[in-house]
């Protein structure tokens, strides 16, 4: 067996390991990442829609199943970055009342250990690494923040704009998008039409291996190593702290040690591994002494929507601008809605995976004359709906959505928004389980150990010297996407976390 020693190790690669990883490098920590996935190379099916959507050249995960036995490909890339490789690059806060508690119809919201004013410093900080671009004050629901955005927002093009006139005079406050593209400023952006979904051939969208893995690497005080793929967690003999992951390396076997270590490997697979590293004093799995590990399993209620009108061909390519939370906070319904962005543009190809069916030339003179957004309304937690350690070891889900009413009155009212500005014919897609890019609250922070699996530095309650960052801490998952939160985490727990000392 392979043995490897270390200080500090991270386990996994995508917001809150790489942005960890580079916080901790950059004090002066010595680090090993570690990285069950190989680096995505680039490559022209980077950009080949039928190589991403049609044949999920890039979607490696395997499989996982569902509370019936039933087998599901998930939405989850193993490569160096995570999930980031192809996300969309929207990089905006929680609100101020997210952190709060407040009731919604089909359970409660529950308050955060932490304020929003405990993360405002290290959201600046995240958006610093990320390079967000951003217009500060543009977005009349946006929270407090102690600076501006160091980058202006992306501008939108000109039908996009025309777009953002018609809200505003349907009484919206449409606003430019806080996103992280390395545009201008010397940067390599295209403003592409292969970006929301894809990953970047020329390396422009700013995710957590440009921004977290790379820069750790750069200090000399990191160490990354692939295809490195840990199965158990050993702790020592009074079940206080963690001596050792146990894994694969390249198929052979290899044990690591070190003083602390740190599981970034995604709400799924960090609960998942707690739960296989089970022993006699953890017969649950470990840190599980609250019984909460893999509980309270969150993702956004999703719809993409699609306005559609045969008169009016869309002529953008990077659409991705706008952003709307008008419904996020307050409602005439009495309850947050949620919050609604612009997606990527949608080609023949994500109608095709949709709608195998129709011939590819009337998908294409379909996609050519569309408006895409992108809707999300809070999950609320429920200890029910769960990750569990499946038959053959695998990935379980167990999960019904719940908060529906929510979201079918945001989708109502985006239809009859859509309809009021000239789009005739709407069309939606609620995403299912097998969609779980925003997954979020398996092991979730709190102050009192019997109710939470981690401190508000995302330390378990039961060892010492174990954190999880990643978007397994959130007890909540509020209604905006969450690489920015987990991002913040990631550098107050670097700073404040005892990590290292």
């Known amino acids: 067996m392979k043995q490897i020693s270390a200080d500090i190790v991270v386990i996994g690669t995508g917001m809150g390991g790489g942005i960890i990883s580079r916080a901790l490098a950059e004090s002066g920590k010595k680090i090993l990442i570690v990285e069950r996935g190989k680096r995505l190379p680039r490559e022209p099916e980077n950009w080949d829609a039928t190589q991403v959507f049609l044949k999920n050249r890039y979607k490696n995960a395997g499989f996982w199943s569902d509370a019936s036995g039933k087998e599901f490909k998930p939405g989850v890339h193993y490569y160096v970055g995570g999930n980031t490789k192809v996300y969309g690059a929207s990089l905006i806060r929680f609100r101020a009342h997210d952190f709060e508690e407040f009731p919604m119809p089909d359970g409660i919201s529950p308050a955060w250990p932490i304020r929003y004013s405990d993360l405002e410093p290290f959201y600046r900080k995240a958006e610093q690494y990320l390079r967000v671009r951003g217009n500060s004050g543009e977005d009349p629901y946006e929270p ?61 969208k700013n995710d957590a291996e440009t921004c977290g893995v790379n820069p750790a690497l750069e200090t000399g005080n990191a160490e990354l190593i692939t295809e490195c793929d840990i199965t158990r967690l050993e702790h020592d003999e009074n079940g206080k702290k963690v001596v050792a992951a146990i894994g694969t390396f390249r198929g052979a076997p290899i044990k690591i040690t070190a003083n602390y270590f740190i599981l970034s490997g995604g709400a799924a697979n960090s609960a998942h591994l707690l739960l296989k590293s089970k022993s006699d004093k953890y017969p649950n799995g470990l840190a599980n002494s609250s019984g909460l590990v893999g509980r309270n399993w969150m993702v956004h209620n999703a719809t993409f929507i699609v306005g559609f009108n045969p008169f009016k061909k869309n002529t953008t390519k990077f659409q991705k601008t706008l952003s709307v939370n008008d419904w996020y906070q307050s409602s005439k319904y009495g309850y947050p809605l949620g919050n609604i962005q612009m997606l990527g543009r949608l080609n023949w190809q994500v109608f095709k995976s949709a709608k195998p069916y129709i011939p590819k030339f009337i998908l294409n003179w379909f996609a050519n004359r569309t408006i895409d ?37 945001l989708v109502s009212e985006t239809r009859k928004l859509l309809r009021s500005v000239g789009y005739p014919f709407i069309f939606s897609q609620t995403m299912g389980i097998e969609t ?66």
């Open 144 to 204: 407090p923040r102690s600076s501006k955005y160091q980058f202006k927002a992306l501008e939108h093009d000109r039908y996009i704009e025309n777009f953002a006139t018609k809200l505003k005079r349907k009484g919206l406050s449409p606003y430019h998008a806080s996103m992280g593209v390395d545009f201008a400023d010397g940067g390599s952006c295209i403003r592409c039409i292969t970006c929301d979904g894809y990953p970047c051939k020329i390396g422009a």
């Open 373 to 409: 957004l992108y809707l999300e309304s809070e999950d609320v937690p429920d200890p029910n709906n769960r990750v569990e350690v499946s038959q053959s070891g695998g990935i379980k889900i167990i999960w019904s959505p719940n908060n529906l009413k929510v979201h079918k009155t």
């Open 436 to 501: 779980n890019s925003h997954q979020c609250g398996t092991c979730v922070f709190g102050n009192d150990p019997r109710n939470s699996v981690l401190d508000e530095f995302c330390r378990t309650h039961d060892l010492d010297n174990l954190y999880v960052v990643d978007s397994s801490f959130f007890p909540s998952s509020a209604a905006v996407n969450p690489a920015l939160t987990i991002a913040a985490q990631a550098i107050r727990v670097a700073e404040l976390g005892g990590i290292g000392r």
